[in-house]
């Protein structure tokens, strides 16, 4: 059975930082590429990064390019993102995503897989 746990959102000040997790299980880690999206109060979802099986292809949405960086650790089935510089816009729910092969993908939707997500607040 395939899982995504996320975890390490939480309540933080503009300028602060959080680092996020996603324990993976129920599958090849190490095969398929994985993608961070997020869906703030009253909003769709959006993608946010995504990252290649191996780790070095990245992407991102223009709105955190510079202030978020994904990463992987294929060893222990973990995936990661940094958020740095955090702004008010980006509370939301952030959840992890398994893509359908091994390359990077830019998908809002359909993940076949998908976490219960972390909640990411940014207020004074």
């Known amino acids: 059975e395939v899982q995504l746990v996320e975890s390490g959102g939480g309540l933080v000040q503009p300028g602060g930082s959080l680092r996020l997790s996603c324990a993976a299980s129920g599958f090849t880690f190490s095969a398929y590429g994985m993608s961070w999206v997020r869906q703030a109060p009253g909003k769709g979802l959006e993608w946010v990064s995504g990252?290649?099986?191996?780790?070095?292809?990245?992407g991102y949405t223009d709105s955190v390019k510079g202030r978020f960086t994904i990463s992987r650790d294929n060893a222990k089935n973990t995936l990661y993102l940094q958020l740095n510089s955090l702004k008010t816009e980006d509370t939301a729910m952030y959840i992890c995503?398994?893509?359908?092969?091994?390359?990077?993908?830019?998908?809002?939707?359909?993940?076949?897989?998908r976490g219960q997500g972390t909640q990411v607040t940014v207020s004074a």
């Open positions: 990252i290649s099986s191996g780790g070095g292809d990245t």
């Open positions: 995503a398994k893509a359908n092969g091994p390359y990077l993908v830019r998908m809002t939707k359909g993940y076949s897989y």
